[in-house]
């Protein structure tokens, strides 16, 4: 899917547009690397999450899931530079269930492309809600954004908090509230 000598030659081309040698030595490999780099940080695109999350056992209890502190590296799609930190999930089933590597293979695979932080949000929950119908799910992104922080306003470990709720927890706050809580507590 990815044409690394595309992303090669453009590298070569911002390289030699900074006012850089690209035939120096310590350059010299250095769109090889870019090329191999975004196969491997923008591997998302080759990969459908609703495959991942599609094992699914069955339960007899609904009992809540919660799985916390999913460390992610994605893209901002706004200055294609790194923003990272963790993702929080909580559902409470519908009879059915999903291992948890599988949460975080979700996570990932979304992080794996352009992304602006709101969106993958949501996308995360709209994923477990179609694959799962739990009756509800919760999802919370805490990150930091490498365009603000090394670039711009310069905010260094300022976070970027970012919800997406969806069935009972759209209309529950009680609910969410007590959910949000756990999530974020201690992180
Ligand atoms: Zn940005």
Redesign the pocket.
């Known amino acids: 899917m990815i044409d690394q000598e595309k992303i090669k030659e453009a590298a070569r081309l911002i390289i030699d547009a900074i006012g850089e040698d690209p035939e120096r030595e310590g350059l010299l490999a250095t769109p090889d690397r870019i090329g191999r780099m975004y196969e491997e940080i923008m591997a998302g695109y080759d990969q459908n999450p609703k495959d991942v999350l599609s094992t699914v056992f069955t339960v007899e209890e609904n009992n809540p899931v919660v799985e916390k502190d999913i460390t992610f590296y994605s893209m ?4 294609m ?1 790194p ?1 990272f930190g963790k993702a929080h999930i909580a559902y409470i089933p519908d009879g059915k269930v999903v291992g948890i590597s599988k949460l975080a293979r979700c996570v990932e695979i979304y992080a794996r492309r352009l992304q ?1 932080q709101e969106h993958m949000t949501g996308q995360i929950a709209d994923a477990i809600m179609d694959v799962l119908a739990p009756k509800g799910v919760l999802v919370v992104l805490e990150a930091e ?1 490498t ?2 922080t090394m670039r711009g306003v310069k905010k260094p470990g300022s976070k970027t908090v970012t919800v997406a709720s969806r069935g009972v927890f759209e209309n529950d706050d009680v609910l969410t509230d007590r959910f949000l809580n756990l999530l974020t507590k201690g992180s």
């Open positions: 901002c799609e706004h200055h530079l923003f602006i954004h365009c603000m």
